[in-house]
């Protein structure tokens, strides 16, 4: 290619020099690559790139726990190291394999992950690999340069090998951020090039025609074909720290310092046409250009400075870098040697202010004491010192005790991921050692408040209430910190078991700390516009979020008329942080109107300390079955969410039908109680205190639980005016019968109004979900002409206030399509008679198997249940079942038009109970 150009040049009267053309040459030879070129280098690299599968076991400082995969490709074959990116290592405890080429697969180990950069390495046993031949591919970063052609070799998309070409368009461009919140380089240049590299392909080497890695794949632009890649300069230094330590000790891995240096400040590079704008002088300029290399076009400046660092209030946004030690810095390659080979060491920087040249002498900090290698568990939260690179994103000193995952604890009581923890039960924390300390005088079930602030309304503390795990659903609190020798994290106990004892009572807290009578509710609610960026409508005054995994999609939710309503709140392990602490029983719904005073007898006053005071406004019913009333919260562990549970908090009205000094029961419907492995809270609408409760009885069809507390924990205040409603299981309602609908507010307050039965035996029949879980079946509810919406549950009595029925949630799933799917509500009543027969068996002492309530032994129950669904049919429709005229005669009654069919095999049931057999 040089020839003929050189020839031509020879030819023409041309002022062009003959060595210049000398000059154009090697670069045309370097950068023009045959096809047979490109094959020769392909076939040395592949075999040495390898697909990544990382599994990340918790949540730490920028990453969430989760599955993903990714490229490494093999740096040194002799000691086995594989170099990805920093976000594929990972910075918390990671399980991790390696595939190659040819399908063989081997663990790999972390051995390094950079701080700021995104590079990391693994290690693997080179001896595993036992049938493929491969070469490791050497680094080359010095020949990166504008117009190259590179090959991104990799598991682009997840198609294990991809070969994607690109030329490098630029070598300065800024560090892509990629999220306010989680990891982002900084502080170097990255290259750019339209590549079109897309997810898995992370960690992929940028390959030359010679099978060099010139770069190293890190993120790209889902908008566009742009992708970029990071520089290798670094990488280099860190693999040689790395092969160094390897050949002193052959024989195992041992942990590895590289240093590191940091000011705790972003640089980034303006142009000189920007500098100037900020007051760069004119002889400073000229004086940078003529002592830096050709085509340099500005210069480092700072655009942000962590609060507590070596440079808080020394640097400024704004300042222009000239000078570090005496040499002029124009470079961040330049500027991270200065500060890697000056951990501890003072260095001087000479900037300019506003046009103003000032010298500033600092000390260089090192960057991995700033930078977390361990964390506190405790009840599923992930707790540890804020990291350097959340401190950059927050805008928060470094070291501060912050919660990476809420885990159960903190996520009960609304504490967002992303908090800082600012004082726990009473006590400054300013580090995780604090916490743990606080946390060694809480009792099992200790109720404390914990203060919190977020990065989104910093200038603001937020308060809620934490309640300390009281059935171990999780093991003891445990510090894990990192063995880069292993590429483990060890455990350890934070905690000496025989501390963490039993608490006395629910509001049992730290020595010295007065104890909680006060109830707050922990769930974290948005209380945004409604078309905000995160699309979730408003009921009841709370927010229903959808519980998604990190790496899953959100399935949006939506709201209809007040018939389609949630009783429950579902909410994601991922909290927004800008939220505020919702009311703790949110049952008025916007939909029911409890205000309006035209459709509703109620709003009557209460004394808590004696029987309900009832008004001109309350109806008799209401006084007199207020005492009886029980609101639920209930959480469910995400470790327990078995049986298809759909949710982790339920909300609802329970209703007191057994009160003694030994034992307190009370009924709700199972959309509130639905499994036993819950954490149950009873507050009471006679008195004011919150007292754990114990699921004692779930049916295992019809759509009611007994849960069981214990009266002492009243108080002898509380137990005196606590009382368990009168039930009347006979006569049943008829249709055109008059009954009084009570339940609560979310404020406790007793709502009523009258209403029409319209259906005293409405069959049931609930469809089937997506994926399995209880549904009630095989039941008859009542149906009323008026009632307070889809989310308001309570009792059904008559004018004297006795329980005819209970008014109960049903969930149900309404399918939109043929995909998507919304879980909804509705209320119907639930005849106490068979609820009273349960409760009969359960006084009385009924032979079965025995539980332990409160200390005492006592007989459950046996439940006699026929393995079938039945499901409601028409008369009409059941001839052609093959129903006999004579039965269609003798079932031609009123209120007899319907039958239930078994949907196993051929039995019809009238409502009355009579089976025909075909």
Same mark, same amino acid.
Request: proline content about 6%.
């Given at each position: 290619?040089?020839?003929?150009?050189?020839?031509?040049?020879?030819?023409?009267?041309?002022?062009?020099?003959?060595?210049?053309?000398?000059?154009?040459?090697?670069?045309?030879?370097?950068?023009?690559?045959?096809?047979?070129?490109?094959?020769?280098?392909?076939?040395?690299?592949?075999?040495?790139?390898?697909?990544?599968?990382?599994?990340?076991?918790?949540?730490?400082?920028?990453?969430?726990?989760?599955?993903?995969?990714?490229?490494?490709?093999?740096?040194?074959?002799?000691?086995?190291?594989?170099?990805?990116?920093?976000?594929?290592?990972?910075?918390?405890?990671?399980?991790?394999?390696?595939?190659?080429?040819?399908?063989?697969?081997?663990?790999?180990?972390?051995?390094?992950?950079?701080?700021?950069? *995104?590079?990391?390495?693994?290690?693997?046993?080179?001896?595993?690999?036992?049938?493929?031949?491969?070469?490791?591919?050497?680094?080359?970063?010095?020949?990166?340069?504008?117009?190259?052609?590179?090959?991104? =070799?990799?598991?682009?998309?997840?198609?294990?090998? #991809?070969?994607?070409?690109?030329?490098?368009?630029?070598?300065?461009?800024?560090?892509?951020?990629?999220?306010?919140?989680?990891?982002?380089?900084?502080?170097?240049?990255?290259?750019?090039?339209?590549?079109?590299?897309?997810?898995?392909?992370?960690?992929?080497?940028?390959?030359?025609?010679?099978?060099?890695?010139?770069?190293?794949?890190?993120?790209?632009?889902?908008?566009?074909?742009?992708?970029?890649?990071?520089?290798?300069?670094?990488?280099?230094?860190?693999?040689?720290?790395?092969?160094?330590?390897?050949?002193?000790?052959?024989?195992?891995?041992?942990?590895?310092?590289?240093?590191?240096?940091?000011?705790?400040?972003?640089?980034?590079?303006?142009?000189?046409?920007?500098?100037?704008?900020?007051?760069?002088?004119?002889?400073?300029?000229?004086?940078?250009?003529?002592?830096?290399?050709?085509?340099?076009?500005?210069?480092?400046?700072?655009?942000?400075?962590?609060?507590?660092?070596?440079?808080?209030?020394?640097?400024?946004?704004?300042?222009?870098?000239?000078?570090?030690?005496?040499?002029?810095?124009?470079?961040?390659?330049?500027?991270?040697?200065?500060?890697?080979?000056?951990?501890?060491?003072?260095?001087?920087?000479?900037?300019?202010?506003?046009?103003?040249?000032?010298? =500033?002498?600092?000390?260089?900090?090192?960057?991995?004491?700033?930078?977390?290698?361990?964390?506190?568990?405790?009840?599923?939260?992930?707790?540890?010192?804020?990291?350097?690179?959340?401190?950059?994103?927050?805008?928060?000193?470094?070291?501060?005790?912050?919660?990476?995952?809420?885990?159960?604890?903190?996520? +009960?009581?609304?504490?967002?991921?992303?908090?800082?923890?600012?004082?726990?039960?009473?006590?400054?924390?300013?580090?995780?050692?604090?916490?743990? #300390?606080?946390?060694?005088?809480?009792?099992?079930?200790?109720?404390?408040?914990?203060?919190?602030?977020?990065?989104?309304?910093?200038?603001?503390?937020?308060?809620?209430?934490?309640?300390?795990?009281?059935?171990?659903?999780?093991?003891?609190?445990?510090?894990?910190?990192?063995?880069?020798?292993?590429?483990?994290?060890?455990?350890?106990?934070?905690?000496?078991?025989?501390?963490?004892?039993?608490?006395?009572?629910?509001?049992?807290?730290?020595?010295? =700390?007065? #104890?909680?009578?006060?109830?707050?509710?922990?769930?974290?609610?948005?209380?945004?516009?409604?078309?905000?960026?995160?699309?979730?409508?408003?009921?009841?005054?709370?927010?229903?979020?959808?519980?998604?995994?990190?790496?899953?999609?959100?399935?949006?939710?939506?709201?209809?008329?007040?018939?389609?309503?949630?009783?429950?709140?579902?909410?994601?392990?991922?909290?927004?942080?800008?939220?505020?602490?919702?009311?703790?029983?949110?049952?008025?719904?916007?939909?029911?109107?409890?205000?309006?005073?035209?459709?509703?007898?109620?709003?009557?006053?209460?004394?808590?300390?004696?029987?309900?005071?009832?008004?001109?406004?309350?109806?008799?019913?209401?006084?007199?079955?207020?005492?009886?009333?029980?609101?639920?919260?209930?959480?469910?562990?995400?470790?327990?969410?078995? *049986?298809?549970?759909?949710?982790?908090?339920?909300?609802?009205?329970?209703?007191?039908?057994?009160?003694?000094?030994?034992?307190?029961?009370?009924?709700?419907?199972?959309?509130?109680?639905?499994?036993?492995?819950?954490?149950?809270?009873?507050?009471?609408?006679?008195?004011?205190?919150?007292?754990?409760?114990?699921?004692?009885?779930?049916?295992?069809?019809?759509?009611?639980?007994?849960?069981?507390?214990?009266?002492?924990?009243?108080?002898?205040?509380?137990?005196?005016?606590?009382?368990?409603?009168?039930?009347?299981?006979?006569?049943?309602?008829?249709?055109? *019968?008059?009954?009084?609908?009570?339940?609560?507010?979310?404020?406790?307050?007793?709502?009523?109004?009258?209403?029409?039965?319209?259906?005293?035996?409405?069959?049931?029949?609930?469809?089937?979900?997506?994926?399995?879980?209880?549904?009630?079946?095989?039941?008859?509810?009542?149906?009323?002409?008026?009632?307070?919406?889809?989310?308001?549950?309570?009792?059904?009595?008559?004018?004297?206030?006795? =329980?005819?029925?209970?008014?109960?949630?049903?969930?149900?799933?309404?399918?939109?399509?043929?995909?998507?799917?919304?879980?909804?509500?509705?209320?119907?009543?639930?005849?106490?008679?068979?609820?009273?027969?349960?409760?009969?068996?359960?006084?009385?002492?009924?032979?079965?198997?025995?539980?332990?309530?409160?200390?005492?032994? +006592?007989?459950?129950?046996?439940?006699?249940?026929?393995?079938?669904?039945?499901?409601?049919?028409?008369?009409?429709?059941?001839?052609?079942?093959?129903?006999?005229?004579?039965?269609?005669?003798?079932?031609?009654?009123?209120?007899?038009?319907?039958?239930?069919?078994?949907?196993?095999?051929?039995?019809?049931?009238?409502?009355?109970?009579?089976?025909?057999?075909?």
């Amino acid at each position: 290619m040089g020839e003929p150009l050189g020839s031509a040049l020879a030819g023409v009267d041309s002022p062009v020099k003959e060595d210049m053309c000398m000059e154009v040459d090697p670069p045309l030879r370097e950068n023009v690559a045959t096809a047979d070129d490109w094959r020769k280098a392909l076939n040395k690299v592949v075999p040495a790139v390898v697909v990544l599968r990382t599994t990340a076991c918790r949540a730490f400082d920028t990453e969430a726990a989760g599955a993903s995969y990714a490229t490494g490709f093999v740096v040194d074959k002799r000691r086995g190291i594989i170099l990805t990116n920093r976000h594929v290592v990972k910075p918390g405890p990671v399980v991790a394999e390696a595939m190659f080429v040819n399908r063989e697969e081997i663990p790999v180990y972390p051995i390094y992950r950079d701080p700021v950069h *995104d590079f990391g390495f693994f290690r693997y046993d080179p001896s595993a690999i036992q049938f493929l031949n491969y070469d490791e591919i050497p680094l080359a970063p010095e020949a990166a340069c504008v117009g190259l052609e590179i090959r991104v =070799v990799g598991n682009d998309s997840g198609e294990k090998v #991809s070969i994607l070409a690109g030329t490098l368009a630029r070598l300065d461009r800024d560090a892509p951020h990629y999220k306010k919140d989680g990891y982002n380089d900084f502080n170097t240049f990255y290259m750019q090039a339209a590549s079109g590299t897309k997810g898995g392909s992370s960690g992929s080497p940028v390959i030359d025609w010679q099978g060099r890695a010139v770069a190293l794949n890190a993120g790209s632009k889902s908008s566009s074909a742009s992708a970029f890649f990071l520089p290798l300069e670094r990488v280099v230094r860190a693999l040689r720290f790395l092969q160094e330590r390897r050949d002193c000790n052959i024989h195992n891995w041992e942990a590895v310092s590289i240093p590191r240096g940091t000011l705790q400040v972003t640089f980034v590079h303006k142009g000189f046409d920007e500098t100037r704008r900020l007051g760069l002088q004119s002889a400073t300029e000229q004086m940078v250009r003529h002592a830096s290399p050709p085509g340099e076009t500005g210069l480092l400046v700072v655009d942000s400075v962590v609060p507590g660092g070596p440079a808080h209030l020394r640097l400024e946004p704004g300042d222009v870098l000239v000078r570090v030690n005496g040499e002029v810095i124009t470079q961040f390659l330049k500027l991270e040697t200065l500060l890697d080979d000056g951990v501890d060491k003072n260095i001087e920087l000479l900037i300019e202010r506003g046009g103003i040249s000032m010298t =500033v002498n600092l000390v260089v900090q090192d960057l991995h004491s700033i930078t977390p290698d361990y964390f506190l568990e405790v009840s599923g939260a992930v707790i540890h010192p804020l990291s350097y690179q959340q401190a950059r994103n927050f805008r928060f000193p470094c070291g501060l005790v912050y919660v990476a995952e809420p885990g159960y604890m903190l996520f +009960r009581a609304g504490v967002p991921r992303h908090a800082i923890i600012k004082k726990f039960a009473g006590e400054e924390i300013s580090r995780l050692e604090d916490l743990i #300390s606080v946390l060694s005088k809480l009792s099992r079930g200790a109720r404390v408040p914990i203060e919190y602030s977020s990065y989104t309304d910093r200038h603001r503390r937020k308060s809620v209430l934490v309640t300390i795990d009281r059935h171990e659903w999780y093991a003891p609190p445990q510090i894990y910190t990192r063995n880069d020798s292993s590429g483990l994290w060890s455990a350890n106990p934070a905690i000496l078991s025989e501390v963490l004892m039993p608490s006395s009572g629910i509001n049992g807290g730290v020595q010295g =700390v007065a #104890s909680q009578t006060v109830s707050i509710c922990g769930e974290l609610v948005h209380m945004e516009h409604m078309h905000q960026r995160n699309n979730q409508e408003l009921t009841d005054g709370v927010t229903s979020m959808e519980t998604a995994c990190e790496h899953a999609s959100a399935e949006s939710i939506s709201r209809g008329e007040s018939d389609n309503g949630r009783k429950k709140r579902r909410v994601e392990e991922n909290i927004s942080a800008d939220g505020v602490v919702a009311d703790c029983s949110p049952h008025e719904s916007g939909d029911a109107r409890l205000e309006d005073s035209s459709t509703m007898e109620n709003a009557g006053s209460r004394d808590y300390f004696g029987a309900p005071a009832a008004t001109t406004n309350a109806s008799f019913a209401e006084s007199v079955i207020e005492p009886t009333l029980v609101m639920f919260e209930v959480h469910v562990p995400p470790s327990c969410m078995i *049986d298809g549970v759909h949710s982790q908090h339920f909300f609802g009205t329970g209703v007191i039908i057994y009160h003694s000094q030994s034992m307190g029961l009370v009924v709700v419907d199972k959309n509130t109680v639905a499994i036993s492995a819950s954490d149950v809270m009873l507050s009471f609408a006679a008195f004011p205190i919150e007292i754990p409760g114990e699921v004692v009885f779930l049916h295992p069809v019809h759509n009611f639980a007994l849960i069981a507390y214990d009266p002492s924990s009243l108080g002898v205040a509380g137990a005196s005016v606590v009382r368990a409603a009168e039930l009347l299981p006979e006569p049943a309602l008829r249709r055109g *019968d008059s009954v009084y609908l009570v339940g609560l507010s979310r404020s406790l307050q007793a709502t009523s109004r009258k209403s029409i039965v319209t259906n005293p035996c409405a069959a049931l029949n609930i469809s089937s979900a997506d994926c399995p879980r209880y549904r009630a079946m095989n039941m008859e509810v009542i149906e009323l002409d008026t009632d307070f919406g889809s989310t308001f549950s309570g009792v059904l009595t008559d004018e004297h206030g006795r =329980v005819q029925a209970i008014w109960g949630s049903f969930s149900t799933q309404v399918k939109f399509g043929c995909s998507s799917s919304e879980d909804h509500q509705f209320v119907r009543g639930i005849p106490i008679y068979t609820i009273s027969r349960v409760l009969d068996k359960i006084i009385s002492g009924a032979s079965g198997p025995s539980l332990l309530i409160n200390g005492v032994k +006592r007989p459950m129950p046996l439940v006699r249940i026929l393995e079938v669904e039945l499901y409601p049919t028409l008369l009409s429709k059941a001839r052609s079942f093959g129903l006999s005229d004579d039965w269609v005669q003798v079932c031609f009654l009123p209120n007899a038009s319907s039958f239930f069919f078994w949907g196993g095999g051929g039995a019809f049931f009238q409502l009355i109970g009579i089976p025909f057999l075909l």
